[in-house]
T-cell receptor
Framework: DAKTTQPPSMDCAEGRAANLPCNHS???????VYWYRQIHSQGPQYIIH???NNETNEMASLIITEDRKSSTLILPHATLRDTAVYYC??????????????FGAGTQVVVTP | DGGITQSPKYLFRKEGQNVTLSCEQN?????MYWYRQDPGQGLRLIYY???????QKGDIAEGYSVSREKKESFPLTVTSAQKNPTAFYLC??????????????FGEGSWLTVV
């Protein structure tokens, strides 16, 4: 799996957009970018994933650069409930590599009133 | 709603006792996983199952046992042989569709405390 680098923490004002960066300069052509978050004392929650194109769902948008070496998760209107640790993961689908899942340190996002 | 249900959420166990954590999914996923997470740490794989009646040890299987008699269910037993069982346990299942990116989904977790 490609190594990912995320800032350790960031603050965001409630109602504003939160832009979470992730560097994955060693990503291979078939690896997907996945984003999860973990709220304290809860299981990790899947947010979104993508390969090349930008993706959007009801939770967030994922912007992947053209060279695929970095991506940004966008929470369009952050709420207090979005306070969590956010993890960027790069891995191949169609394998059982999820068994060796490594979340890394992630980014601690704190949304303030 | 579709999802993964773990129970109980909180469990206390006396030393020397076995305890079983339940994991049920209605996502029709073949693959299921058990992870352990210690405070401030990442996930460590205990056991995983690719299909009914089959399961494989993960990185820290010692002191744990599982069964997979039904597609929907993957219970984890923490035995008295597990030296340090106090932890947060996570069950997960994986979709099989490329369109879904083979995404893994997690339950809400079970806190086990040995007293």
């Amino acid at each position: 799996d490609a190594k990912t680098t995320q800032p350790p923490s960031m603050d965001c004002a409630e109602g504003r957009a939160a832009n979470l960066p992730c560097n994955h300069s060693t990503i291979s052509g078939n690896e997907y970018v996945y984003w999860y978050r973990q709220i304290h004392s809860q299981g990790p929650q899947y947010i979104i994933h993508g390969l090349k194109n930008n993706e959007t769902n009801e939770m967030a948008s994922l912007i992947i650069t053209e060279d695929r070496k970095s991506s940004t998760l966008i929470l369009p209107h952050a709420t207090l409930r979005d306070t969590a640790v956010y993890y960027c993961i790069v891995r191949l689908p169609l394998t059982d590599s999820w068994g060796k899942l490594q979340f890394g340190a992630g980014t601690q996002v704190v949304v303030t009133p | 709603d579709g999802g993964i249900t773990q129970s109980p959420k909180y469990l206390f166990r006396k030393e020397g006792q076995n305890v079983t954590l339940s994991c049920e999914q209605n996502l029709n996923h073949d693959a299921m996983y058990w992870y352990r997470q210690d405070p401030g740490q990442g996930l460590r794989l205990i056991y995983y199952s690719q299909i009914v009646n089959d399961f494989q040890k993960g990185d820290i299987a010692e002191g744990y046992s599982v069964s997979r008699e039904k597609k929907e269910s993957f219970p984890l037993t923490v035995t008295s042989a597990q030296k340090n069982p106090t932890a947060f346990y996570l069950c997960a299942s994986r979709s099989a569709g490329l369109r879904d990116g083979n995404t893994i989904y997690f339950g809400e977790g079970s806190w086990l405390t040995v007293v």
